[in-house]
């Protein structure tokens, strides 16, 4: 039986909606939303391509990461290789490969490129600091909530993604790691014995298309495919409230170093603990839903 996911993430017309709409619908009440062609009039949406990319920097040396070898009780800090970005742009426009480049400062090799979008004043308290997420078909982004607590806006600019979000208020549900912003679970192919507080969590499903902005609140889990090979740029605005944006400086100032520090000590035990409790948070979600039923 596959996971609830049968909820459409909305799409809307990005050129359309007001700011007064926006917040209202949807930053306010903090639901996600795909806002088609809000980018379309900046000079990235039809200059942004793999010749474009590879002619202006394609010598930069980039680090990648092996999707394949992601182990859930490691924070992915570690490139697994090293490659020129055009030869990685190569790869991922042609042949198979699991080799992602995530959270690329791309603006920091060339920041020319800043002035090929601007910000969409379809709300304010943007934080001014883009990253580039590039990946090849069939690739994952596993499944985790942005560490510091903001809204995402995650713009396509090549190829198709498949986007699967769960509520913040299913945490306990899909297993969160405590110290952690990554789960253990598997969405796609749920192991109910092992997992049963699968069976209670409903989602959301939708794709991203050529210059589709996904707006992603706060808190958001989000699982990410790559349909196609392609590449997005994300940036972020403040959470809503004082408590979600003191809960994102918490996670990136102490409790991510306090995780590195106790892994560093207990190694595998420490995972195995997170892992306990992670399924006590889990039971006692289940039990609570079993007795308001
Ligand atoms: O597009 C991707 O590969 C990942 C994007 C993501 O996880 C994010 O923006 O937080």
Redesign the pocket.
Known sequence: MPIDISTPIPVIDGEKITREEFERNYVHPQKPVILRGLWKNYPAYHKWNYNFFRKSMGDLEVGLYSSKQADPSQTLSTPTTKMKFSEYLKLIETEPTDL?L?LFPIFKHKPELLHDFDYPPITKGYIKLP?M?F?PKNSI?RM?Q?IDMSN?F?TQFEGR?RVVLFHPNQSDLLYKLPFNVHSTVDIEHPDYDIYPGLKYVHGMEGILEYGDTLY?PAGYW?H?E?VEGGY?L?VRTLAPTLALRLRGAYNLLIQRKLDDILRFLFGKRWFELKKRIAHDRANRAIEKILRDE
Do not use: N, P
Request: glycine share 12%; hydrophobic share 40%; no cysteine.
């Open positions: 992602r995530f990253f997420f990946g982004t985790h942005d995402v995650l993604k992603m989000h990410i790559y997005g994300s």
